[in-house]
């Protein structure tokens, strides 16, 4: 967008904007992609594991953004992504300068709520939350040995 709220057009990927005065809006994408992550969650939520449902995705045709078929990662990134509930988090990650990337707790991510248009609602995106924390196993070092 222009100075003055006017549409530019779209951003593709990998470009950026040109000006400094220029904004980028975020937008949900077309209604075919809002259906795909929709029925991940649907599907996730309903106790199917990521490696099936990118198994049913890629078993139908369906192509995700890179044109490459789906796999463990992308559903989990997905299932992940706060975006999908209207919110975009900030400071999931920070470093020195020259330093090593360090990964932020929960606590100092920067949230910014109902910035985007909701697509999957709140309480599914905290199911799947939940079933993705039941998974993970904590262990201490004395457990490690």
């Not at 057009?9 to 990998?14: A, E, N, R, S, V």
């Not at 992308?74 to 975006?83: A, H, Q, S, V």
Request: with cysteine.
């Amino acid at each position: 967008m222009d100075a003055t709220g006017k549409s530019r057009g779209f951003l593709g990927h990998g470009q950026k904007k040109a000006l400094q005065t220029d904004s980028a809006l975020l937008r949900a994408g077309p209604p075919n992609e809002i259906a795909i992550v929709q029925r991940i969650f649907e599907s996730f939520v309903a106790r199917k594991e990521e490696t099936a449902i990118a198994r049913e995705l890629n078993e139908r045709g369906v192509s995700n953004h890179r044109g490459v078929p789906w796999n463990l990662k992308m559903i989990g990134r997905i299932l992940r992504d706060e975006n999908y509930t209207g919110n975009t988090v900030y400071c999931r990650t920070s470093n020195d300068l020259r330093g090593r990337r360090v990964i932020n707790g929960m606590a100092k991510w920067i949230r910014g709520v109902d910035a985007l248009k909701q697509i999957v609602p709140r309480s599914v995106f905290d199911a799947a939350r939940r079933i993705i924390e039941r998974r993970i196993q904590r262990l201490s070092s004395d457990d490690l040995k």
